[in-house]
């Protein structure tokens, strides 16, 4: 099997960008950061008439709008995400590696989102992305500090190939089971999003025998 020099790859995934993204995304905009879904199930400001948990005794099913919640609970509650590992088709020339290094990279990208730390997109970001910058610069937001996450579940990751070259669009569906908003200064929950199902855009490139982001898109950050 030969390669393609990497300024063909290049070219191919920047056309792989423009093509893919156009049909992958149509009707949604292409604004190249997150954009806001429309939550499945979404809490009311009301506050709620139950008791309060003690602390150290809350529960996911305790956290409503209004609630006030110790922070050691919500540490407990919305641990440390891991830092995935990339998967051993991240160097496999195959639609099969597309789909596996495209889901890396949107766990990935989930985890420096929860984590709040924007030097791991340098581990995937190869100079080769058009976005990737303001996809990196979100993680640190005022915005989303306020915000803690659940891990996503995947329900079907699909690829298409490029017209050439070594690239495919990739998109990912998904569902957010649980997402919460803090106040500014405190630990009351001000929004909370439940079973939120999204969808993330990927275009990927095969350069210097690995799969690279080319173009990201994120239908799951709930701002």
Known sequence: MTFSTRPLA???????????????????GSTGGPTTPTPSASA????????????????????????????????????KWEVPEPPATLTVL?????????LYFDTLIDTSMAERKPDYFNR??????NNCDAVRAATTTAENKKWHYAPAEIH??????????????VKISRTNPLSIRLGDSDTTVK??????????YYVVGFIDGQWVPGFVKLDHLPW
């Open 10 to 28: 290049r070219v191919s995934i920047a056309c792989a960008a423009a093509a893919l993204t156009l049909s992958a995304c149509s009707g949604k």
């Open 44 to 79: 009311s400001a009301s506050t709620s008439a139950e008791a309060t948990p003690a602390p150290g005794e809350w529960m996911l099913e305790d956290l409503k709008v209004g609630a006030k919640v110790p922070k050691e609970d919500l540490e407990r509650l919305f641990p």
């Open 94 to 102: 195959s639609e099969q590696g597309a789909k596996d290094a495209a």
């Open 124 to 129: 995937i970001d190869s100079g080769d992305c």
């Open 156 to 169: 079907e990751v699909t690829a298409d190939p490029a017209p050439r070259g070594n690239a495919y669009g």
């Open 191 to 200: 929004e909370l999003l439940k079973d939120t199902d999204s969808t993330s």
